[in-house]
Every structure is written in C-alpha cells, then in structure tokens.
C-alpha cells in the first residue's frame, strides 16, 4: 500500500541558488515591516495605549447602534467608539484614555453601566490605566529581547556562532514580519497579539534548528562538496519532513481558526501567518545566513575532533 | 534503541497512566469529582479568567496621596512636640515637596529640637532578616535653624511595602465577611495588590468592598463660622457631605475617635423610622472619650466622616456614655451592611486606585471553552487522518504518542496547580505542532536509513538514534525560550510560557520514551522486514 507523498523523493530544489531572490525578499519584507510600524504603526488595543474596552450583549436582536452611538457620546467621556463583532447581539465599546487618570476611567465605567444596564448584558469589561499599558509593553520587549540572548548563546556552544546569529536573525524576521502583519491588517495589537508572536518565535526557532541539525550533520559527512551544495542537499532531504510538519501545524490553526470562536480568531491568523513566515525564514534566511557569514566547513570538523577528543 | 528493559517498560508505562489518571477529574464537573471515592485523584485544573469568567482588579497605592496625608499628621506631630514645655520657637512649619520643613528662633534649642524631633522619624522594622532598620524621615537640623524632616527613598518605600501588607490583611477580612466568593489577593511589584476572583459576575459590589479606604473619624462641629465665610479658626477644615449637591461643614481637624477605636458595627434598623442604619460599640478608651465629649457638647453637632465625606452631622442630645451609637445616613440595606463589614474589618492604611480591571462574564468565557473544544477536536481529527494517510499503522502510533503527550501536559498543569489560560492553550497548540514533528522527524529519518539500504529493524533502529539527537537540540532550544519568558513575563506571556515549557517537557518524553516503547513493541509483534513509509 502506498502512503501519501506531498514531497516526492530525491527532489532537488535549488534553495541556495534561489537566495539572490529569496533572501532580498526576506529582507525587503522585514524592513517594509519596520517600515510601516513607524509609519501606519499597528491598532494597538487598551493594553499598549490605555483605555476601556466593553462587550455587551444586548436585549433586542438587533442592536440598534445608531441609538447606543448618540447614548453614549452624550455622556461626555469623548470619543466612544461602537461596533458589532461576531454574528450575534454583541456589540464592542471601545473608549480611549480619560482626562484625569485611572479614577476618572473608574467614573466613565460607572457611568456608561448605568446608562446600559437595563437594555444590555455586560458580558466583558477591561479597564487599562496608564501607567501599566507601559510597563506591559515594556515588559513583553524585554522578555523577547533576553529569549534572543539566551537562545543565540546555546546555539553558539551546541553549533558555531554563525548558526548562533543565523537563528537569532531568522527568529527577528519571522517577528517582524509578524508585526508586519498586524500592521498591514490593522487586527488589533493586544497582549493575545503578543502571545501569538512569542509562539511563532518558539515554532521559528525549533524549525531553525532541525535545519540547522541537518546541515550540520550532512557538512560533517561531505567536506569536498561547496557549502551551498551542501545545505541544499540538507534541506531537500528533510523537505518531506519539512512538509508535513508545516501542513499538521496549519491543519491544527486552521481548524481553530474556522471553529475555534471570534475571540481566538485574530489570534491564530496570526499564528497561520507566522508559522508559514517561520518556515519560509528558515530556509530562505537562516541557511544562506550561514554562507553569508562565512562558516568553513573546517570549523565544523575541528569541532568535532574536540568533541571526539572530550570522549576518548 | 528497540531494546527496552522490563524495569524500563513499566516505568514508562507507569507515567502515562499516572498522567491520565490525574488529567481523568478534568474530564467530568466539580460535583461529580467531589462524589467520588476518597482515593481517586481529584485535582481540577485552574481555568484563567479568560476561560471561566471572573473579576481581574489590580490596585496600586497612591502614594501622592499617602505621603500628603502622612505629612500633615507629621505636621501635626511636631507642633505638639515643639509645644512642650519648655515651649522652642518656630516659625514656617509646613510641608514642602516630600517633606516637612519648619526654622527655629532661638539656635540655642537645635540640641533639643533634635532630641524630640527624633522619635518622629518612625524607624520602621524591615521584613527582611538581619535587614538594617530603616526610618521613615530623614531628619537634618541645619546650623541657620532650618529643620528638614523628609521622606528617604528607602523609607518610603519600605513604608509602601507595609501599607500594601497591610491592605492586603485588611482586604482579605473584608472578602472574608463577603462569604460568596473566594478571591485571591497576591502582593504584585512594590506597591501593588491583585485581587483576582474567578467566576464573579459583578465586580461592582467587591470592587466596593476592596477599594474603599473606609477611614471613619467623629469631629465636632465648628457652628462659630460660616463654611462660606472667607477665614475660619486655625485647625479646623472643611469637609464636604455626600449630598447632592454637597453641603461643606467646618469640622476641627482633630478627630475625637478614629475607625480603629470601634469594636464592632452592625447594619440594622433604626427603630423610630426603620431606615437601615449601621450600629457600632466603642473599646473602653472610645467609649469614654466619647462619653466625655458628648457631656461637654449638648445641643452641638458632631460630624461623622468616611474618607473625607460627612455622612451625616448629628446633634448631642444627650451625654452618649454607654459607648455604643448608630450611624444614619441614607443607607441602603446593601450600603449600610457593605459599611458595617468595612468598619468591622478595619481602614485601609492608604488609598488604593484601580490601575488595571478586566472582568470576563461566565457567558463569554463558556463560549471561548465551547468552541475552542469543537476546533481542538475537529483539528485532532484531521491530524490524526492526515498522519494516517501519511505513514500508515505508524501514523496512528503517533497519533497516539501525540494524545498521550497532550494529556501529560495537562496532568502536569493540574498536578501543579498552573493556571490555564487562553494564551495557554496556545501553548499546547505549539507543542501539538512540534510533537506531531518529533514523530515526524523520526518516521522520515527510517524513511531516509531504509532507502539507504538498511534492513528495516536496522533503518528503524538508526532513525530514532539519530532523530532524537534533532529532537533534542530542536526543543532544548525552544524550552530555554519558554523559560526565559515564565520567568521575565506576566500574565498572559506566563501563561503561554507554562504550557509551552511543560509541552516541550512532555514532548522529550513521549519522543525518547513512549514513542520508542510503542514502535518496539510494533517491531516485535509484527517482525517487519520491508518497511512500507
């Protein structure tokens, strides 16, 4: 009986060859990315900015918006965003910061409870005052930034350090292109957002790894073949593995996705997008990194009868 | 590596039956789980707020606020001291910046000034052991006659770290009395209180009950001046009612009795009008100074404040000595039993302002769990058929690998007590992706050995060696990351940090162990010579 084979055997792309295009592209798409951050800059949520957010149910059906709207705005706390989200009777209020700190957040909430509560279920509420919508942001950047120094110094002692910085550069791109993402979708950036890109980060960098797992290994087996051969051979011999992985991975998001509810919708199609990123970062940047870097295939052998020498 | 040793077998076995065994209680309700016998494990796990609906209230001491208030007592504090005989002449007592600052007339007195001026700088006891004592003020006696009393760094901050203390006992009796509901109250940071409570519907009445200073003082009256009037006598202030609009009183600054001087409080009703009211009794010492005022002051009014508002002014009828009284003041039945629970667990030693609430209703968090149940397990479906169809009899061997890897994680989160969150689940989605490539990685490696020429017990035997070696360096790498981020993140970062780890954890162990266990045992029973991948 023949088993399913997405990748036929002995395929042989031409990766390394195909990186004068791939590898601009990874580029060009990283510093659009960060490009568009500082320009358009994404829809940050109350986490990052402060505000109030509040979802209700109404009693009618049919929310009538246009009402809850002039409701609203008449009760003198700025601009008071309204909009319906899911399919049902629920409806999103959103409220910026209010003059005068978390007190007065503490008065608008008060108030626009009593202005709804007999024509709505207030199903969620959340409050961000200002000071914490820093520190959470600050907090998230820092934890990411010691994740990268901690990872890039294992690889460097378990691989050379051009595998060290190829990891390291591979991860950053798959984060930047994530926000990138955010940008370009303008899906609210909130701290799940957040939890969706550190998972990419963990996807990115076990997937750099296998890569680089492989290449290592095939550059200690062949050392008269030229680097780029080399890594192209390592990663069309894992491509099958590559393959599947990346198509279970997806099959589990997409199911999420479709059936998973609206309020983890935003979060795995970011998850989606940031694994394909992921897999596409790892073979388009990671590996030419290691040629661009310059890594001999002598420094790999020498490694190696050290490693033999520690044993014997 | 088919090889396993008797000893080796079971316990491996033994783990993943204990996984599903302490994973079991999560299948099933809280009643059900608690109806069982003694001996079966019975350890739900945690849902975050995120999932099962509830109040998340963070608080941070106001520290303006509290250092305003500490320092017109300390202003207080050192006119008494510099009016003790002999009398020391001053001149510019008040507060400046984060500190007191007053001169003295006569230089000759520095001496003595410094002696009473002394034990007013509070030491205050570190928590820490063997830590040094730390004083409240700094204190500098300047040879022009300038005394600076003021706030050090590390006194205020200690002083924050006892407030919150402090806050936190006192907010613990309050919820104590409330019965209903079992929130956790966790110090967060230096000065900051998380009040979390899991499947609250209304956060209104405990944000009430939690967030309110609740300090109580009786003041007299001060009837000689009007409020309105430009000047009025020093000491006095003016405190604004509850009414609407607010009726302004001109009180003496000194309080006459404080919260702390009451022994009890009551919610009742009055008995001429049957308005609820909230009684209160007075310790000894309160009841006869009140006893002594209340004699001196007939036909006077006294006022009553709550958090520098007069709930209400009444007028001495008579000497008030049995030590007891009812506080009216247009209650509620709630209002009054939310004051009388207040007053009977004590003021909070500074204001506490709301800097982050989230508040999840049951409804919204049922639903996340609801639908996120049909994706996970139309997704399981899929992956299970995908792998099937991809590696046949060992597709459902991974598959099984994978499933006994997904429940030890969460056997583990219950084991421990973890919270799961949705972030979490999150987690456990990552660890299904890079379980299910372990698996992978090997299948592909016996793949690759056998094609090279191996017979089959050999390929198979090859693919896990050297799969294992990607498999480990692949999740060494992602376990330093989620370690790294449960131990520098927070909230929802921590939550997907812990079922990350775990998952990277439990996938080492089904990959090295359980996975091996079930090809070996394949191996043996089928004896393949040819493998079909």
Not at chain 1, 276 to 297: E, H, K, M, N, T
Not at chain 2, 296 to 312: W, Y
Not at chain 2, 408 to 421: K, R
Request: charged share 20%.
């Amino acid at each position: 009986m023949a088993y399913l084979r997405i990748v036929p055997d002995n395929t042989k792309i031409p990766f390394m060859r195909m990186r004068k295009w791939t590898f601009p592209l990874a580029a060009f798409l990283s510093i659009m990315s960060v490009i568009l951050f500082f320009t358009v800059g994404p829809n940050y949520g109350i986490d990052f900015l402060g505000g109030t957010v509040i979802e209700i149910q109404t009693k009618d059906a049919k929310p009538d918006l246009g009402k809850l709207r002039s409701t609203l705005n008449g009760l003198g706390l700025g601009d008071v965003q309204v909009q319906t989200i899911g399919a049902d009777n629920s409806v999103l209020i959103r409220m910026g910061q209010q003059d005068g700190g978390e007190e007065a957040q503490q008065a608008a909430i008060g108030k626009i409870r009593a202005a709804l509560a007999d024509q709505a279920e207030f199903r969620r509420t959340e409050i961000v005052g200002p000071r914490v919508s820093g520190e959470l942001a600050y907090n998230g950047g820092l934890a990411m930034l010691v994740t990268f120094a901690a990872i890039a110094i294992y690889v460097w002692f378990r691989f050379e350090w051009q595998f060290a910085a190829g990891s390291i550069i591979s991860a950053a791109n798959v984060v930047v292109m994530t926000f990138g993402f955010y940008v370009v979708t303008q899906h609210e950036f909130n701290l799940t957002s957040l939890a969706a890109i550190l998972t990419t980060i963990g996807y990115s960098l076990n997937d750099t790894v296998v890569v680089y797992d492989r290449i290592r290994e095939t550059l200690r087996k062949y050392k008269k073949i030229p680097l780029g051969d080399l890594i192209d051979r390592a990663i069309n011999d894992m491509l099958g593995r590559t393959v599947i992985t990346t198509v279970t991975t997806l099959i589990a998001l997409l199911s999420l996705y479709i059936f998973g509810g609206d309020v983890i919708q935003a979060f795995t199609l970011a998850m989606i997008f940031g694994v394909i990123a992921a897999i596409f970062s790892s073979i388009c940047v990671a590996a030419p990194i290691l040629i661009y870097f310059g890594l001999r295939q002598d420094q790999m052998t020498k490694k190696e009868d050290v490693e033999a020498a520690g044993k014997a | 590596m088919l090889h396993f040793t008797r000893w080796k077998m079971i316990a491996i076995l033994t783990v993943v039956v204990v996984g599903l065994l302490a994973a079991l209680p999560n299948l099933f309700s809280k009643e059900t789980v608690e109806s069982w016998p003694s001996w079966v494990p019975k350890r739900q796990m945690v849902l975050g707020l995120d999932l099962q609906g509830g109040a998340y209230l963070l608080y941070e001491v106001d520290k303006q606020d509290y250092v305003q208030k500490r320092l017109r007592t300390l202003v207080g504090d050192i006119r008494k001291a510099m009016l003790q005989e002999p009398r020391i002449g001053y001149s510019g007592l008040g507060v400046q910046g984060q500190g007191v600052q007053l001169r003295i007339r006569d230089l000759s007195q520095l001496g003595e000034v410094e002696k009473r001026l002394e034990p007013l700088r509070n030491q205050l006891a570190t928590s820490a052991l063997g830590g040094t004592a730390v004083n409240e003020f700094d204190l500098t006696v300047g040879s022009d006659g300038l005394v600076q009393m003021a706030y050090s760094e590390a006194g205020l901050n200690q002083r924050i770290r006892q407030i919150v203390d402090q806050s936190i006992e006192v907010i613990g009796r309050r919820i104590d009395q409330l019965g209903t509901v079992e929130p956790s109250i966790q110090r967060q940071g230096s000065d900051r209180i998380l009040v979390e409570a899991p499947g609250l519907d209304d956060p209104e009445r405990l944000k009430t009950l939690v967030g309110q200073t609740a300090q109580l003082t009786f003041h007299l009256v001060d009837t000689s001046v009007s409020p309105t009037a430009g000047t009025r006598k020093p000491g006095t202030i003016i405190v604004d009612s509850n009414d609407t609009p607010p009726v302004p009183y001109v009180l003496e600054e000194a309080p006459l009795l404080t919260g702390e001087d009451l022994t009890d409080a009551q919610a009742t009703f009055d008995s001429q009008n049957n308005e609820p009211v909230v009684s209160f009794r007075l310790s000894s010492a309160g009841a006869r100074v009140f006893g002594e005022v209340t004699s001196k002051n007939v036909n006077r009014p006294f006022a009553i404040v709550l958090d520098d508002k007069v709930i209400t002014a009444p007028v001495i009828r008579q000497p008030i000595l049995g030590g007891s009284g009812q506080i009216s003041g247009n209650f509620s039945i709630q209002s009054a039993n939310d004051l009388a629970i207040l007053l009977r667990a004590g003021s909070l030693p500074a204001k506490l302002t709301i800097v982050e609430e989230r508040n999840i209703g049951p409804g919204l968090g049922a639903d996340s769990i609801r639908a996120g149940k049909i994706a996970a397990i139309i997704g399981t479906a899929l992956v299970c058929a995908f792998m099937v169809m991809t590696y046949g009899f060992l597709g459902w061997i991974a598959n099984v690998a994978v499933i006994v890897n997904v429940i030890l994680i969460f056997s583990i989160v219950t084991i421990l007590g973890a919270t799961l969150s949705l972030p979490g689940i999150a987690g456990v989605i990552i660890t299904v992706g890079t379980a299910v490539d372990a698996n992978v990685l090997i299948y592909e490696r016996i793949r690759e050995e056998y094609r090279a020429g191996r017979s089959a017990i050999a390929a198979i035997d090859a693919g896990f060696q050297k799969a294992l070696g990607t498999i480990l360096d692949a999740n060494v790498t992602t376990l330093i990351a989620a370690l790294v981020l449960f131990y520098l993140g927070s909230g929802p970062i921590r939550g997907f940090a812990v079922t990350h780890a775990i998952g990277v954890a439990t996938t080492m162990f089904t990959a090295f162990t359980f996975t091996r266990l079930l090809v070996a045992m394949w191996v043996r029973w089928r004896r393949p010579t040819k493998i079909t991948l």
